[in-house]
């Protein structure tokens, strides 16, 4: 029974048992059938589970493929062990183990060459060349392809020829030969059109897409990448990223470098779904090469190290070469000059090793041929003496074939001779070539080492076999000089022993440190500082010491001196804060610490706002960042808060931090906690005013004492010497004029004796401030009796409409004077009219008002009343003087008992006084 047949029919006796059954369920039992099967059923069923598991699981085909390996070499099957051989090595194509790979499609191609199944031969042959593609062997993949492709032609098997040709065209487009891998192309395109095949169809549009872009023809490639992607199936993952990938390098020459960059992650997104580390690889690569064009070289550097551990792992030589050139371009824009030369270094050898392989695969093709050769060779006499038993032919016959075999044998013996003749001069071709780029490559070597800016020698047990030029040039020696002395001998004293011990160890192959500090003395005698990495090497075919690094001399006396400063700075009494151009703090020193009671864990990553008051005017901190921004240095004094709540003051300095293209970086911030000189300054300020309020006062009562007391005793003694002189001559009419004049000089001098009397009391503190409760109508009513007399003869009524029952807590001996003095001015300053006085309670206080109609005050003189410094003087409406004294002492008083006193007047319309005291609750 055909075996498709059988397999078919147990899928259906599954579902028809069981039509609920999942496709997971129906491989199970079929697993269970095979328990039970006979070995050629279990040989076909293995295969065609190996087919299935393929794109689900491949672990599991490899499983499948291995057990019927076992079962085909068990019941010699010779055909189903080499189909199985290559089934293993297309499992493990498939998770790039190449070397494996090749071991099994190598032995199944012998097997299907014994046996002379071209079907088979062709498809192995495919995979041989892919394989050799992989691993660099460029020549001799190009070989199997061809070999295939003639297979194919003969057998007429249409769909692995175009895969083929589809091969051997990126064969063609990796070794430059672009034009020629279009021409493979062209015709595939043509055959899968033909054969109807969408998946071949796709795999031959991304080819063409590939070569599409090697030719510049960037739109033509984007479209060839479409139409690949519109085609394959979905299950084709690694197909899908390679064109992913096509497309972002497509998009990445045309500059669309976000369309590049989203096709590029695109691929990357696919990885977890069973990318091969092949196509992992190679999508990687140009990854990182993409962002190193960029000018991301960490990101590049990320990338490109993941990709040389997936080379490494699966032995990738081109991607290698390729990655070793990036890498090398990499650190060199890193500035790091050994790496980019360590690797430049290997990507140019293991180039020529290439070359060297391309040319031993030539050679192993030849010795396989020979052995194809022999194989056929012996299965063609074995049928000869199995033909010879069984049909008994004659004596002629076999004298006949004996003749033939022996012509063909000597005719293979000769296309063999010629065809080595032939490549064996294509060799020694190769082998000019070789020694060509051999000397090139040694001439671009020896220009990267003397160009290179880092220190090469080569020693022998301290004897200089060889050194660069840079090494002569910071050393001041000539290489005659060196020549005749020990490198040992440049070495300080001191740290001589340790050296020459190391570098023995390094020659007797232990392994001693790698890299280390060197400190030596030049020509000159001064001591310098070396960075050297040392590794044992052969030379001239004797061992030898590599020694490769750099003077860091510069770089050891920066850092003496950034050590002194970084001591100056963490020792400083001032605080130094360091924060970047968002104002975020990156560095405090202890002193900043010990002031302000903040750690530096807890202020890094904040803003020196966190020191803030809420008491300095936002106007100064707009000023300070204006003035930094521009580049200036901001100098002034802040008033802070530190973290325990105190409040200091502190003077700071502000500058900008330049980097090297002239632009700001960061700021740096000295503060000195000034709050002592801060309070010894108060103290002076306040002593200082209260100086000068002493002087005003001193001027005051000098004044008043020199100009105003003198005054009413003028008039006193001018009357009473007048009176006393025409006492007789005068009427009684003009006597009680000069009587009453006298009267009213004396009185208002006692009344300024009286409030000078008090007012000298407050300046030296002797009053005694005595609060009581009172109804503010006794001292009301008391005033107003005081002055009933002078306000009658000037026709003013004296009202009040203050209420009863308004008592205050206050002091009645000062609110005696604050009414007194208040009401002397509303009848002096008024020639009729009224005085008016009201209270009213107000939020705790009772407001007094004292309301006349008399002149009023000019808008320029409100500003000089109530202060000792400044004087408002006027003449009453009978030309009555005033020195301003007892609207002083009445807002002293009031002062003392919490209130506030304040007036409002306008020119020829009266004045309001007003001034509180502390009310009581019982007040109506």
Known sequence: MNWHLTISLLFLWLLTNNPTATFATNIDS????????????????????????????????????????????????IQEEGIYLNNLGSDYYGISHFSQSHFYFSNAKLIFTELNDTTFLVKTL?????????????????????????????????????????????LYDKVGLHQEGMTFLEEAKKLSELFGDSTLTSLTYQDLGLLSLSLNQYTLSIQHAEMALVMLPVNRINDQCAIYTSLALAYQKMNNLAMASRYFQRAIALFPDGVNDYEKANTLLHYATFLNTNGNYDGALEVALEVLNLAYNHDLAEIKVTLYKLLAGIYQQKGDYKKALKFLLEANLLSDSIHNKNLTSSLMLISLNEKVVQSRYDQQQLENQNLLQSQQITYSQKLLNVMITAFLVLLVLLLIILYYMIRKRKDNTTLQQLNTKLSESEEKYKAVVEQSPEIMLIHQNGKLLFANQHFYTILGYS???????????LILPEEKEKIVQMARDRMDGKLPPGSYEIKAFNKDKKLLYFD???????????????????????????????????????????MILITNMKGLIEYVNPAFSLITGYTSEEVLGRNPRI??????????????WETILSGKIWRGELLNKKKNGELYWESLVISPILNEKNAISHFVTI??????????????????????????????????????LKNPFNAILGFSSLLTAEYDNLSDTEKRSYIENISMAANTTYRL??????????????????????????????????????????GIKLISEVPFNTFVNADKNMIKTVMRNLFSNAVKFSASGEVRITAKNKEGFVE????????????????????????????????????????????????????????KSKRNTGSRFYFTLPALEQNN
């Open 671 to 708: 503060m000195e906690d000034i709050s002592k000189r801060k309070t010894f300054e108060n103290a002076l300020h306040e002593r200082e005013e209260a100086l000068h309020q002493a002087n005003v006062t001193k001027d005051k009562f000098f004044s008043i004492i020199a100009h105003d």
């Open 126 to 170: 495919n995979n041989l060349g892919l394989i050799y593609q992989v691993l660099g062997f460029y020549k001799l993949s190009a070989d199997y392809f061809a070999e295939a492709i003639h297979l194919k032609r003969m057998v007429g098997d249409t769909g692995s020829l175009i895969t083929t040709l589809n091969n051997i065209a990126v």
């Open 479 to 489: 290489p005659e000089e060196l020549t005749l002395r020990s490198l040992y001998d």
């Open 532 to 574: 050297m990495s040392f590794s044992r090497i052969t030379y001239n075919n004797q061992p030898a010491i590599l020694g490769i690094g750099n003077d860091i001399t510069d770089r050891k006396e920066n850092l003496e001196t950034i050590k002194k400063l970084t001591a100056a700075i963490e020792q400083s009494p001032n």
């Open 611 to 624: 020191l803030s008051s809420g008491k300095v005017n936002i106007h100064i901190y707009r000023e300070l």
């Open 30 to 77: 079929l697993q269970n059938v095979l328990i039970t099967a006979h070995d050629s059923v279990k040989l076909k069923l293995y295969s065609e589970l190996s087919e299935i598991y393929y794109n689900l699981d491949i672990q599991k085909a490899i499983e499948y493929d291995s057990l019927g390996l076992l079962l085909a070499q068990k019941n010699s099957a």
């Open 753 to 794: 004796l009286e409030n000078l009397l008090e007012w000298s009391r407050t300046q030296t503190g002797k009053i005694k401030f005595a609060p009581s409760t009172f109804d503010l109508n006794g001292i009301i009513n008391e005033t107003m009796n005081l002055h009933q007399t002078q306000a009658s003869k000037k």
């Open 848 to 903: 007094v008002c004292i309301t006349d109609t008399g002149v009023g005050i000019p808008a320029e003189g409100l500003d000089k009343l109530f202060k000792l410094d400044e004087q408002y003087l006027a003449e009453g409406t009978e030309h009555e003087k005033g020195t301003g004294l007892g609207l002083i002492l009445s807002k002293e008083f009031i002062d003392k008992h919490g209130g506030r006193i304040w007036v």
